[in-house]
């Protein structure tokens, strides 16, 4: 978890949950109960309560009065509608990003890095450290694009393809390690400033990985 100092319990226990349904630690269909979340973490329920609420209201829990509360399941539409607004929007970003050969090689410097990061995660079994550098990787090709208005759309994105990539590939490590291998083609064809097979090759690694990878 976050550093947590002086913040609220609510607080504290709202970053925790939210955290574990994003990297898939608390897959869609559980159930979670008050109790649970309230012993891990050494707090009284009726911050998990304001939490769990607040939660609901953001479409990550669904709460049944005495039962608990149920991670929501990521929903087929969602999958379709939030795949079709990253391609589109990296792509456009690769287009404009090629022109400009300084900023296209700091990219692909970039791009590396974080790479090699999520090879690390994957080695070392740290599917919430694979997930992250997995949305990072996909940021940083969105934001290399100059409008800002598609970029901060594109960030509200974030949180729902780091919980369908950790949907796609837990306990799946050939699923995994195939992420990277098509992440590795993404930035050579950037860096061969190739926007076309870009786009395809995009478009074939986001339905590789979210609607045969098993989010379905």
Known sequence: MSDTSGISAAEVVYRHVKDSVLTG???????V????????LGVSRTPVREAFLRLEVEGWLRLFPKRGALVVPVAPHEIDEVLDARALLETHAATD???RP?????????????????HASLEAGDLPGYTEADAEFHRLVAD????????????????RQQ??????????????ATVLDEHRELRDLL??????AFGRALVTH???????????
Do not use: K, P
């Open 97 to 99: 990003v090629v022109t």
């Open 25 to 31: 630690e608390l897959e869609g269909g559980r159930m």
């Open 191 to 196: 860096a061969a400033g190739d926007v076309a």
């Open 163 to 176: 919980r369908m990539t950790a949907d796609s590939v837990r306990g799946r490590s050939a699923a995994a």
């Open 206 to 216: 986001l339905d590789h990985t979210h609607r045969r990878g098993g989010t379905r």
């Open 144 to 159: 290399a694009g100059r409008n800002s208005l598609l970029a901060g759309f594109y960030r509200t994105l974030r949180e």
């Open 33 to 40: 109960s008050e109790g649970e979340v309230s012993t891990t």
């Open 102 to 118: 300084d900023d296209l090689a700091a990219l692909v410097e970039a791009l590396d890095a974080v790479i090699a990061r999520q």
